[in-house]
């Protein structure tokens, strides 16, 4: 199979599995949790991935680490391995629902964190088994052993693999004032990504800032996400993860708890009733 074909098909796969996978559900409602997804390619030498390492701290995974965290016998080329990474876009009925909420997450979004989640990984496990299939060594790094946070010294707390950086490198989106990441389907997503040993094509990157997809950047006029923010975590500084990881643990947990049975870490009302929660705010109509 060629580089081509081989883009083709892992496209296909998750495009698919997306829109036939029975766990692809909120389960206590009766609706899908996500959307069709978006897809897109990073090569494992990009330079990026060794930029994130600099940046977050030495803990950080680069695409190679990963493979070598799976396959510890092996030495992989940075130039023969391929990021893959998926966007799920929330859909049309839990963005309205979440749309009116104001100090607690909304039902639908609350279960697309929990059972979405669930089907995220779920994917991320039978990619890698269709990749084994394919006779193509494969890593999903989020459920691979040792994947976890850490505590960095210029960050914060961060993993030591990042969905969201991943996607930039793949050129999937940017970052935005509160840390959520606008894709062309908006910022009321969820991503995933597997590190695969083949050589494809990637994906350019249609932005020139880490932020270039996010009003306030762009044009220096949209506050939304703050008045959004029932913790006053986002500020024209930015997001300030303490003090949102604060109101989660606090208050919404307790809430997800009694709605779901489950402590379920959601919250995502920065995500939607803002100008970037179905769409890229910045690019033309």
């Known amino acids: 199979m060629d580089r081509a074909d081989l883009k083709t098909n892992i496209i296909k796969f998750i495009e698919k599995y997306t829109a036939t996978s029975g766990e692809n559900h909120l389960h206590a409602i009766n609706e899908k949790a996500w959307a069709a997804p978006l897809v897109g390619f990073a090569s494992g030498a990009d330079p990026l991935f060794e930029k994130y390492r600099k940046m977050i701290g030495d803990f950080y995974w680069t695409p190679a680490d990963v493979m070598k965290q799976v396959y510890p016998d092996i030495s992989f080329d940075p130039a023969g391995l391929t990021v893959v990474c998926w966007v799920l876009p929330q859909t049309d009925e839990t963005v309205e629902e979440q749309r009116k909420a104001t100090l607690l997450p909304s039902r639908r979004w609350i279960f697309s964190r929990l059972h979405g989640e669930n089907f995220n990984n779920q994917l991320r496990e039978d990619i890698e088994k269709f990749f084994r299939e394919c006779g193509i060594k494969s890593a999903s790094p989020s459920i691979a052993e040792g994947w976890g946070y850490r ?3 210029s960050a914060g707390i961060c993993s030591n693999w990042s969905e969201r950086h991943a996607a930039y490198a793949a050129g999937l989106g940017t970052f935005s004032l509160s840390d959520g990441f606008i894709t062309e389907a908006g910022i009321a997503v969820r991503i995933g990504s597997v590190i695969i040993q083949a050589e494809i094509e990637p994906d350019e990157r249609l932005y020139d800032h880490h932020m270039g997809n996010c009003l306030f950047h762009a044009k220096g006029k949209c506050s939304v996400c703050m008045k959004r923010c ?56």
């Open 151 to 153: 505590q960095s010294a």
């Open 230 to 285: 029932p913790a006053g975590a986002i500020t024209e500084e930015g997001h300030n993860k303490e003090v949102c990881m604060k109101y989660i643990r606090e208050i919404t947990v307790k809430y997800t708890e009694k709605v779901t049975g489950f402590k379920v870490n959601a919250c995502g009302l920065c995500q939607a009733g803002v100008p970037c929660e179905r769409r890229n705010p910045v690019k033309s109509k």
